[in-house]
């Protein structure tokens, strides 16, 4: 069974760029969740995903938008990067929007200079 | 609305000793409670939840916590640490009830666990 996996490991944007980050969940998931962990912070939740809709959204702005397809897999996208947006970005999938279950893929090291 | 604090933003350790790492939290409803643990450069790990029943929970790695309702506390604990333990702990809670939206969770801040040989 594959866990949760996310791509790239690592990248460096400038300030007022676009990125795209990508999660693949856990086989027989169908609900992801983005966090956002600032340095020395606990995760922040962003929004969660189910069956390709948005199901719920944390305290971020709208240019952190998300997509899901149909394999369950999730894409996060953020909008005019700012210096703030330097952070780990977590994705986490669980077997459905009801679990409390959640499990979390190593990370997006997201630097904006 | 839920929050948690982390009471100890570090914890260093000598091998061997046993250690508590301190958690509590302010809810209006009932909670889950969950411990994760993050190893350098990984994600997080679930090393144990406390979703209702014995107010003891057992979890991996050693590690149990212990729920205490009057105090809103859920306190970590490892009789014997080792230099593998190294790591950042994540005191975490999640309402009960599915409300229709998403189950997120609400984290601390997280202690850095340092064990010294």
């Known amino acids: 069974e594959t866990g949760v996996t996310q791509s790239p490991t690592h990248l460096i944007k400038t300030r007022g760029q676009q990125v795209t980050l990508r999660c693949s969940s856990q086989s027989g998931h169908n609900t992801v969740s983005w966090y956002q962990q600032a340095l020395g912070q606990g995760p922040q939740f962003i929004f969660q995903y189910y069956r390709e809709e948005e199901n719920g959204r944390g305290n971020f702005p709208p240019r952190f938008s998300g997509l899901q397809f149909p394999n369950y897999s999730s894409e996060l996208n953020v909008n005019a990067l700012e210096l703030d947006d330097s952070a780990l970005y977590l994705c986490?999938?669980?077997?459905?929007?009801?679990?409390?279950?959640?499990?979390f893929g190593p990370g997006t090291r997201l630097t904006v200079t | 609305a839920q929050s948690v604090t982390q009471l100890d933003s570090q914890v260093p350790v000598f091998e061997e000793a046993p250690v508590e790492l301190r958690c509590n939290y302010s809810?209006?409803?009932?909670?889950?409670l969950f411990w994760y643990v993050q190893y350098p450069n990984q994600g997080l790990q679930l090393l144990l939840k406390y979703l209702s029943g014995s107010t003891l929970v057992k979890g991996i790695n050693g590690f149990e916590a212990e729920f205490n309702k009057s105090q809103t506390s859920f306190h970590l604990r490892k009789p014997s640490v080792h230099i593998s333990d190294t790591a950042e702990y994540f005191c975490a809670v999640s309402d009960p009830l599915f409300r229709g939206s998403a189950r997120q969770l609400t984290f601390g801040s997280g202690t850095q666990l340092t064990v010294l040989p």
């Open positions: 809810s209006s409803v009932s909670v889950y």
């Open positions: 986490a999938s669980s077997t459905d929007r009801v679990s409390y279950e959640q499990y």
